[in-house]
T-cell receptor, first 113, second 110 residues
Framework: SQTIHQWPATLVQPVGSPLSLECTVE??????LYWYRQAAGRGLQLLFY??????ISSEVPQNLSASRPQDRQFILSSKKLLLSDSGFYLC????????????FGPGTRLTVL | QKEVEQNSGPLSVPEGAIASLNCTYS??????FFWYRQYSGKSPELIMS????GDKEDGRFTAQLNKASQYVSLLIRDSQPSDSATYLC??????????FGKGTRLSVIA
């Protein structure tokens, strides 16, 4: 069966510090991968998605970036965090972008102070 | 812009009652529809998927789809306090990733 991992589970970072969140998927090949952010009391905001190694689609222009160095690894980064970057970051995977459901990892709760 | 609309709630129902959650979507070409449950502080969990008009039942859950009205609903029968969560409707417009609604918060009162 497929499993999706995210770490760390919680993170507290000062404004202006860098960020690196990692997501890995087990039990499947060539997954489509997604990064979402959910601010407190808000809906899911799609940040990036990837259909393959090195292929990144950005949905929202901001100070975040994503990379996919391996088939089942997806990384979310920032060079300098803003207060507004606080939130619940979720990684998800799907078999395809079109028509299939997404499965979410446990999430990383980021607080920027 | 592709949109998915849900009433934010909270929707409060007594234990044992039927909870009815509704969702409308803007893209008439959408083909896949999903319901997720999200407990406070946790990640969303897929509970139902529906692809064709009509009803789909799974245990206490029934998803209903009406493509002509661009309307999806989720019924929860015999609601339990453990069903208290935020329910997210998600729609796949076809060529792009899922579009999620903002969710409806359900509270089941014992």
């Amino acid at each position: 069966s497929q499993t999706i991992h995210q770490w760390p589970a919680t993170l507290v970072q000062p404004v202006g510090s860098p960020l690196s969140l990692e997501c890995t998927v087990e039990g499947t090949s060539n997954p489509n991968l997604y990064w979402y952010r959910q601010a407190a009391g808000r809906g899911l905001q799609l940040l990036f998605y990837s259909v393959g190694i090195g292929q990144i689609s950005s949905e929202v222009p901001q100070n975040l970036s994503a990379s996919r160095p391996q088939d089942r690894q997806f990384i979310l980064s920032s060079k300098k965090l803003l207060l507004s970057d606080s939130g619940f970051y979720l990684c998800a995977w799907s078999v395809s972008v079109r028509g299939s459901e997404q499965f979410f990892g446990p999430g990383t709760r980021l607080t920027v102070l | 812009q592709k949109e998915v609309e849900q009433n934010s709630g909270p929707l409060s129902v007594p234990e044992g009652a039927i909870a009815s959650l509704n969702c409308t979507y803007s893209d008439r070409g959408s083909q896949s529809f999903f319901w997720y449950r999200q407990y406070s502080g946790k990640s969303p969990e897929l509970i139902m998927s529906i692809y064709s008009n009509g009803d789909k039942e799974d245990g206490r859950f029934t998803a209903q789809l009406n493509k002509a009205s661009q309307y999806v609903s989720l019924l929860i029968r015999d609601s339990q306090p453990s069903d208290s969560a935020t329910y997210l409707c998600a729609v796949n417009p076809g060529n792009t990733p899922l579009v999620f609604g903002k969710g409806t918060r359900l509270s089941v009162i014992a």
